[in-house]
């Protein structure tokens, strides 16, 4: 039976992962949705605060696990709000951060159907900010850089070697799989002993946080799933990490 709403639809920020890190606007629309479209970094926990009588369909996309094309994914918004009313479509992070979020606008509104945004918590500010580690501290680094690893063809972005030769703090997304040859370009740029951090799961309780520079971050290889969403930050920020003191002077008494 189709829905006698009007379609509308709402572009949702779930956060950095942690179901009680949307913001309470956010919250507000999935509770008013009539259904969820949802995406492979939205948690369980905050799925399971949403009325279960609001239909929540997955249309994820993850690394060599694509369920949905893009296409996939624009059809289905305009489909489900011309069927049920008003869609909330929920993004992990920010819509706005490498989110495809205009993509998805402007093709909802070629069918006249309204959209709004509501912001989400980026897990490129939150993830960092969860482990202590500061994007600008004065005296240290006076701004950030958030970029994504490679290009659509596989290619590092320019923007890697650009953020390499100025002294802001690097938070790359979507890198872990190739964490080393991102060492390896950085290192062209920094100095070896440039502090590194990798956080896996960021906000949830399986975080997990390695420290070392950029010399040393090969050591840890084996502790850093690939399989896993992470977040990698490069730059004298995260000194301020607690365990980067404690690996500097493990690294002392080694030498020793």
């Given amino acids: 039976m189709m829905s006698q709403n009007e379609p509308k639809v709402s572009l949702v920020g779930a956060g950095p992962g942690s179901g009680d890190l949307v913001t309470i606007r956010g919250m507000r629309r999935l509770q008013e949705a009539n259904v969820i479209l949802y995406d492979a970094l939205v948690s369980a926990e905050l799925l399971s605060l949403i009325d279960k009588a609001i239909p929540k369909i997955y249309v994820g996309k993850r690394c060599n696990q694509h369920s949905f094309s893009q296409n996939d994914i624009n059809e289905l918004i305009v489909k489900n709000a011309f069927k049920y009313g008003h869609v909330v479509r ?22 006249s159907i309204p959209v709004s945004v509501v912001p989400g918590i980026s897990s490129a500010l939150a993830v960092p900010a ?30 890697l070697k650009y953020a390499s030769q100025s002294s802001a703090t690097m938070v790359i997304l979507m890198g872990v799989r190739k964490l080393v ?54 730059g004298n920020v995260v000194a301020e990490h607690p365990l980067f003191f404690e690996e500097e002077v493990q690294r002392v008494l080694h030498s020793l």
């Fill in 90 to 111: 929920l993004k992990g992070g920010d819509p706005f951060v490498f989110g495809r979020a205009h993509e998805e606008i402007a093709y909802v509104e070629s069918f």
């Fill in 181 to 234: 040859q991102i060492v390896d370009e950085v290192s062209k740029y920094r100095v070896s002993s440039t502090p590194v951090a990798v956080i896996q799961n960021g906000t949830l309780k399986n975080e997990s946080c390695v420290v070392g520079t950029l010399q040393g971050i090969h050591e840890y290889k084996n502790s850093i799933q690939e399989t896993v969403p992470g977040i990698i930050i490069i």
């Fill in 130 to 159: 969860s482990q202590g580690i500061p994007m600008t501290r004065r005296g240290v680094s006076s701004s950030f850089w958030v970029m994504t690893a490679t290009k659509r063809d596989g290619s590092f972005s320019e923007d």
